[in-house]
């Protein structure tokens, strides 16, 4: 299957610095890249759609200054989580879909997850 | 929007038993259910998937059903191993160009 590399895998940040997580499709290229939150024992929380050469889209409720999403090549995506909190502290997980005749109507693969932990 | 509802949140099973997670879905336009299994501190893999013009696919040990007109879809898996243990998640893809839309999760202990 398709692979998706996330990196780092973990993570750990003074309050107020910012950190920045790298999502890679390895074989295949993504137009659009997507981020997700996950709490503890919970699903995965969408907070962002990444669309190559253009601006992100930002589910409501997620700062759009405090999650800075970046997609300048077809292949890598990053998010820049700024001026970092202990309440940001969390798993952080990327995913691309292949495109296919111009829909994305295949399989999404998953990154590794980044493990946040902000003192 | 799409709206996927997951059952059981939780499921204990012995190994060599079966084990059924069931999926709903609101959105009569969605045409793409995978399923994702996730490991503790990993991203979620997936294991499955079917498109709404099949009722039933089989990958050795698990399968997936698909009922289109009471939108809903399960997950089986059958001889469980202790290694089947894991946080398992179904999705619907509501049109193909947005994100997929996740239940809640199961988290499945196989008991050895």
């Known amino acids: 299957g398709a692979v998706v590399s996330q990196h780092p895998s973990r993570v750990i940040c003074k309050s107020g610095t910012s950190v920045k997580i790298e999502c890679r499709s390895l074989d295949f290229q993504a137009t659009t890249m997507f981020w997700y939150r996950q709490f503890p024992k919970q699903s995965l929380m969408l907070m962002a759609t990444s669309n190559e050469g253009s601006k992100a889209t930002y589910e409501q409720g997620v700062e759009k200054d405090k999650f800075l999403i970046n997609h300048a090549s077809l292949t890598l995506s990053t998010l820049t989580v700024t001026s970092a909190h202990p309440e940001d502290s969390s798993f952080y997980i990327c995913?691309?879909?292949?495109?296919?005749?111009?829909?994305?109507?295949?399989?999404?693969?998953f990154g590794q997850g980044t493990r946040l932990t902000v003192v | 929007g799409e709206n996927v509802e997951q059952h059981p949140s939780t499921l204990s099973v012995q190994e060599g038993d079966s084990a059924v997670i069931k999926c709903t879905y609101s959105?009569?336009?969605?045409?793409?259910f995978p399923w994702y299994k996730q490991e503790l501190g990993k991203g979620p893999q997936l294991i499955i998937d079917i498109r709404s013009n099949v009722g039933e696919k089989k990958d050795q040990r698990i399968a997936v059903t698909l009922n289109k007109t009471a939108k809903h879809f399960s997950l089986h898996i059958t001889e469980t191993q202790p290694e089947d243990s894991a946080v398992y998640f179904c999705a619907a893809d509501p049109s193909g160009n947005t994100p997929l839309v996740f239940g809640k999760g199961t988290r499945l202990s196989v008991i050895a």
């Open positions: 995913s691309a879909r292949r495109m296919t005749g111009g829909r994305m109507n295949t399989e999404a693969f």
């Open positions: 959105d009569s336009a969605s045409n793409y």
